[in-house]
């Protein structure tokens, strides 16, 4: 090895530390060192581990169990290779039914190593995929369960060594508790939701909507919205238009894998839940709302992005106000069909 000068030690050992310092973790530590707050994470940093040959740590928040799209959206965030998923966390009342459903999916998965995390409302109502879950006990699940699903959100922020992205699916009242316990978790993660209606309301219509996962509790997401962290949403503007038909959602359907399977299985129990008719055969997905925030913890190139101030308001809208919060919005596709085309490949593949 060619002996290093003093002038050359110091030149390398100089761009190494700057190069550390420029890293996500090196900011915070810097920052630390400095008696300052550390800059929270930004899309730039998680989705830059790409390009350093890592995987993003992820944790997904969710209300499954209501509405079928979160289910489309676990299975598309376990078929994603770019994501290391940490923890997964059942949301908003009915928390050990949403665990069941967690822990039977993952076990088919073959995931048993990611834990799940069950929110503090922890009824056991039957739900509309209860009919799948059947008789599923919860403590044989193989992996992890953690009764105290806040504890267990703020620790695996705290540990990661890189920033984590946090998706969130829901109301967030698990995420409204974790930033009122622990406010220093903002600074090491991002927050990725699928929340409210900025131009655009269900089904593109040109009327803005109180979208579901805002106004079944407003005043969490106020919370969230107030903490100091990046925040990334798709609103319904985006997110309110994906669906499968035709031959692309034929692919899912007709698919042999076993998470598909299941996946079409719970379909099913949750269309047969809402209706008392037996039902045909599905020939299309129900709105796939969450995996579009699942896309966003990987990608914005098929979206254009737009930085908006909205104000979370008590009745449950998302409006634009000079005064409110800078989010990161989904604000249009640039193409959707290319969408719906990763999404059929990520739900398909091997």
């Known amino acids: 090895m060619k ?3 003093r ?3 110091l030149a390398t050992g100089g761009s190494i530390m700057t190069a550390a310092a420029c890293s996500p973790l090196g900011r915070v530590l810097g920052a630390e060192a400095a008696g300052t707050d550390p800059k929270p994470p930004t899309a730039r940093d998680t989705l830059g581990l790409r390009r350093q040959d890592k995987k993003i740590p992820v944790i997904f928040d969710s209300d499954i169990g209501d509405d079928i799209d979160d289910t489309w959206a676990l299975v598309l965030m376990l078929k994603s290779p770019e994501f290391d998923v940490r923890l997964v966390a059942s949301d908003y009342t009915n928390t050990v039914y949403r665990a069941k459903i967690f822990a039977k999916m ?3 998965a073959g995931r048993t190593d990611i834990p799940i995390a069950i929110g503090p409302q922890k009824d056991e109502k039957p739900g509309r995929q209860s009919a799948w879950v059947g008789d599923y006990d919860l403590a044989k699940y193989p992996g992890k369960v953690h009764e105290d699903g806040i504890a267990a959100i703020i620790d695996t922020i705290r540990a990661a060594e890189e920033p ?4 969130a699916v829901g109301p967030v009242p698990n995420i409204a508790e974790v930033v009122r316990r622990a406010p220093d978790v903002a600074h090491k993660a991002r927050f990725v939701g699928m929340h409210g209606s900025v131009r655009r309301g269900y089904g593109g219509s040109a009327e803005i909507s ?3 996962n805002v106004k079944a509790d407003p005043k969490a997401l106020q919370q969230v919205f107030a903490a100091d962290w990046d925040i990334t949403v798709t609103p319904l503007d985006t997110c309110g238009l994906v669906h499968l038909t035709g031959e692309k959602f034929q692919q899912v359907y007709r698919s042999e894998d076993p998470l598909l399977k299941a996946l079409m299985a719970n379909y099913q129990a949750w269309r047969e839940a809402q209706e008392k008719k037996k039902l045909d055969p599905p020939d299309r997905s129900s709105t796939l709302f969450d995996t579009v ?3 966003l913890g990987l990608s914005q190139r098929l979206v254009d992005m737009e930085t908006v ?4 308001t008590d009745d449950g809208f998302t409006r634009i106000d000079p005064a409110g919060r800078p989010v990161h919005c989904a604000m249009n596709w640039k193409s959707l069909p290319a969408f719906e085309d990763l999404l059929v490949r990520r ?3 091997g």
């Not at 984590?164 to 998706?167: N, R, S, W």
């Not at 101030?309 to 979370?312: C, D």
């Open 293 to 295: 925030a699942v896309y």
């Open 164 to 167: 984590i992205t946090l998706v």
């Open 347 to 349: 739900l398909t593949a």
């Open 7 to 9: 002038r050359s030690f």
């Open 309 to 312: 101030n909205l104000r979370v």
């Open 3 to 5: 002996a290093l000068s």
């Open 106 to 108: 993952l076990e088919v």
């Open 210 to 212: 109180p979208e579901w």
